[in-house]
C-alpha cells in the first residue's frame, strides 16, 4: 500500500511543485467550468459520506493503461488497487482540509504555467500545447487542475510530517557505530547429502502443495505464429562479386585511410617572395629525383622545427585534422609518393605519404565482399520489401507470400508477450504486433515489422489460448520436485538447529569451516546477503567464546560461528547516507501509520 502512495506522490501534479516561482492570471476559459469528473454515474465507493464515482474510477484505469503502466490483461486486478488509491486519496484530502491546508487559485496558476512541458520554445506558457498534453493523458484543464490541487495538499501533508522526522545524537552515534562494525566468522553449507535420507513426497504432500501455489503454475496467454523474414544479408550471400571489383573497392578505400606523412615546410613572406619558396621546394624536388632521402631534405631544408629533426614526421593523420589542401594532396597519395607543391596558410610544403594504416587486401577480402555484395542487392532487396508490405496486406495468409517472394515460412512454438528467449520473437516490437487486435482478434497479416536496416518481419497468429493455471495432472513432476526441495530445506534447517545446539553446549564436532575475516555489512564479495545479515544478528561473542547460529540461504542452510566483532573504521559518507536514510524510511512509516489511522477510523463503504 505504501508502494502506491509513494508511486501516486510522483504523479505529474506532484511534480508541478517544483517549479512554482512565477504569479500569473487564472488560466482557462468556458470550458474549464465543465470537468469530465462530476458526480454523475454510478458510485462504487463512500468515504465519510463522499462518494467516489464509477467514472472517477474507471478515468484513473485507463490513463494506467494507456501510460502503459499496466498491460490491458490485467485491467481487473488494476481497477481493485486504482480504487483503493482513490479511496487513500480522498482520506487524506479530508484529513489535509481538516487541518487547514489550503492551495488557492493563484498558486495552482502559478504552478501550471511553469511546468516546462507546457511551455514552448521561448520558456512561454503556450495554451494549444497545455491542453494538447493533458488531452493525452486523459485529462481535461478542470479534472487536471483537481487532481493537482489534491497532489499539492497531499505534498504539504508528506513535507509536514517529514520534517517532524529527527533522530538524537545518541542515536546517529549508535547508528554509525553499527554501519562501520566488521565481524570475523566462519560457516559451513550443509546440502542434501548432510541428510541420513532424503525426503519422501507423498500424494497428500503434493496436492497441498498444490493448493497453496496455485498461481506458480499460471501459464501465460500464448500463441502460435507463422512468419517470414526477408533479410538483405542473406539475399547478400548469393550475390556474385568479381575480383576486379574487390580490389578496386580496396584501392579506393586506402583514400579514405589513416597514413603517417610526412613534409617539408617553407615559409614566405617578410624573409621571402612566395616565388623565392617556391623556388627553394622546386630545388628539394630536383634533389629528390636524384634519389636523396626525404628525411635528410627534410632535417636541411623544412622550417617546422617540431618535425624536421624526425625528417618531416607529422605522425598518422585522418581526415579533418588539417586544411582542405593539405587533405587533398595527403589522402591521394599512394604509400611512397610525394606531392606536388601544396599551399596552405602556415606556408608551402611538400608532403609524403610514409605508410597507409589499413590492412591487406587478403585480410580484407571477406568484409568487401559483404560490403559489395549488400549494395549489389540492395535495389532487389527494397524491391522486395515493397511486395513484401503489398502482398501481406491482402493475403489471407503467409503461405501464399512466401511462396511469392522465395521466402522460408517458418513456424514459432507457443509464445507469450514476453516473447521467445532468442531469435527474431525476442526483438522489440515483435510480440507487440502479434497481441495486437488487428492480428489476434481479427486474424490479418502484421504489418511488416523493420528489426533493423537489414531484416523485415511479417507474422500471424495461428493459434491462440488465453492465461490459465495449468492442472495438477500437467505439473506433477514440478510440483513434486519442489515438494521435496522445500522438505529437503525444512530436514536441513532442523539439522542446523540441532548441531547449533551441541555446539552450543560445548561438544565438539568435525566440522569443515570456512573462514571470512572483517566483514562489513557493506562487503562486496561472493557470499550472500541472507548470510551477511544472519552474521550481524548474531549477538557478541563473549569471553572469546564463539557465538553459533544458522541461515536459510534460498535451498541452502548455513551453520555459523561468529568469533569476533570488531569497531571498523569510520566513513563519513557511507555513515552520512544511512542516517539519511534512516530518517526517510521514518518518514514513511509515520505518513503510513497516518494512512492507517485514517483507515481505521473512517467509514468506507464500496459499493
Known amino acids: ?133 493533458l488531452a493525452s493523458a486523459g485529462f ?119 597514413r603517417r606523412v610526412s613534409h617539408i615546410m617553407v615559409t614566405y613572406g617578410d624573409a621571402r617572395s612566395r616565388a623565392e619558396a617556391e623556388a627553394i621546394l622546386e630545388r628539394v624536388q630536383q634533389r629528390l629525383a636524384e634519389g636523396e632521402a626525404f628525411a635528410e631534405l627534410a632535417a636541411e631544408v623544412s622550417e617546422d622545427t617540431s618535425t624536421s629533426d624526425d625528417g618531416g614526421d607529422l605522425g598518422v593523420i585522418s581526415r579533418g585534422f588539417f586544411g582542405d589542401a593539405f587533405e587533398q594532396a595527403a589522402f591521394s597519395l599512394g604509400e611512397g609518393e610525394v606531392s606536388g607543391i601544396v599551399e596552405t596558410d602556415n606556408g608551402l610544403h611538400l608532403i609524403k605519404v610514409t605508410d597507409i594504416d589499413r590492412p591487406s587486401f587478403e585480410e ?35 503461405a501464399s507470400v512466401a511462396e511469392d517472394l522465395g521466402l522460408e515460412l517458418q513456424h514459432s512454438d507457443w509464445v507469450g508477450r514476453d516473447g521467445a528467449e532468442e531469435g527474431v520473437l525476442s526483438e522489440p516490437g515483435v510480440m507487440e504486433q502479434a497481441f495486437s487486435n488487428d492480428v489476434l482478434a481479427e486474424g490479418y497479416n502484421s504489418e511488416v515489422i523493420e528489426l533493423d536496416e537489414d531484416r523485415r518481419l511479417v507474422l500471424r497468429v495461428t493459434e491462440h489460448r488465453e492465461a490459465t493455471i495449468l492442472p495438477l495432472d500437467e505439473v506433477r513432476d514440478e510440483v513434486k520436485a519442489a515438494v521435496r526441495r522445500e522438505k529437503t530445506r525444512e530436514a536441513l534447517v532442523e539439522l542446523a538447529a540441532e548441531r547449533v545446539e551441541r555446539l552450543r553446549a560445548g561438544e ?48 541452502r542452510v548455513v551453520m555459523i560461528a561468529l568469533d569476533e566483532v570488531q569497531p571498523g573504521e569510520p566513513n563519513a559518507q557511507i555513515e552520512s547516507f544511512v542516517a539519511s536514510m534512516v530518517e526517510r524510511l521514518r518518514a514513511q512509516v509515520i505518513f503510513q501509520g497516518l494512512i492507517d489511522k485514517l483507515r481505521e477510523e473512517a467509514e468506507i463503504k464500496r459499493l
Do not use: C
Open 140 to 258: 481535461t484543464p478542470l479534472s487536471f487542475r483537481q487532481q493537482l490541487r489534491v497532489d499539492v495538499k497531499r505534498q504539504q501533508l508528506q513535507q509536514g510530517l517529514a520534517t517532524s522526522v529527527f533522530s538524537l545524537e545518541e542515536e546517529r552515534e549508535r547508528l554509525a557505530a553499527l554501519q562501520r562494525q566488521t565481524r570475523s566468522f566462519r560457516y559451513h553449507v550443509l546440502g542434501p547429502s548432510d541428510l541420513a535420507s532424503p525426503p519422501e513426497v507423498d500424494e497428500q504432500a503434493i496436492n497441498a502443495y498444490y493448493q497453496a501455489h496455485r498461481e506458480d503454475y499460471r501459464r501465460p496467454e500464448q500463441v502460435k505464429l507463422n512468419y517470414v523474414v526477408l533479410d538483405r544479408q542473406q539475399m547478400a550471400e548469393h550475390a556474385e562479386v568479381s575480383e576486379e571489383a574487390l580490389r578496386a573497392a580496396w584501392q579506393d578505400g586506402a583514400a579514405e585511410a589513416d
Open 364 to 398: 580484407s577480402r571477406d568484409q568487401l565482399r559483404r560490403q559489395l555484395a549488400r549494395e549489389q542487392v540492395t535495389d532487389a532487396f527494397n524491391e522486395k520489401v515493397q511486395r513484401l508490405i503489398d502482398d501481406s496486406f491482402a493475403a489471407e495468409n503467409l
Open 508 to 555: 565438539s564436532q568435525q566440522i569443515e569451516w570456512q573462514q571470512v575475516e572483517s566483514i562489513s555489512r557493506q562487503s562486496n564479495n561472493n557470499l550472500s546477503n541472507a548470510l551477511i545479515q544472519a552474521v550481524f544478528r548474531l549477538p557478541h561473542p563473549q569471553s572469546n567464546a564463539p557465538v553459533y547460529g544458522h541461515a536459510v540461504d534460498g535451498q
Open 1 to 133: 500500500m505504501l508502494q502506491r502512495i509513494r508511486d501516486r506522490s510522483r504523479s505529474w501534479g506532484a511534480k508541478i511543485i517544483i517549479g512554482a516561482i512565477v504569479v500569473t492570471m487564472a488560466l482557462f476559459g468556458v470550458e474549464s467550468l465543465v470537468g469530465l469528473l462530476g458526480n454523475s454515474g454510478d458510485e462504487v465507493a463512500d468515504v465519510n459520506g463522499e462518494p467516489i464515482t464509477r467514472q472517477q474510477l474507471e478515468m484513473e484505469v485507463q490513463r494506467a493503461i494507456r501510460s502503459g503502466q499496466v498491460p490491458p490483461e490485467q485491467e481487473r486486478a488494476l481497477r481493485a488497487e486504482m480504487l483503493d488509491t482513490l479511496i487513500i486519496d480522498r482520506l487524506l484530502t479530508q484529513y489535509a482540509e481538516r487541518g487547514g491546508l489550503y492551495v488557492s487559485e493563484q498558486q495552482l496558476d502559478q504552478l501550471i504555467v511553469n511546468l516546462p512541458e507546457f511551455q514552448d520554445a521561448n520558456g512561454r506558457f503556450d495554451r494549444q500545447l497545455f491542453r494538447n498534453r
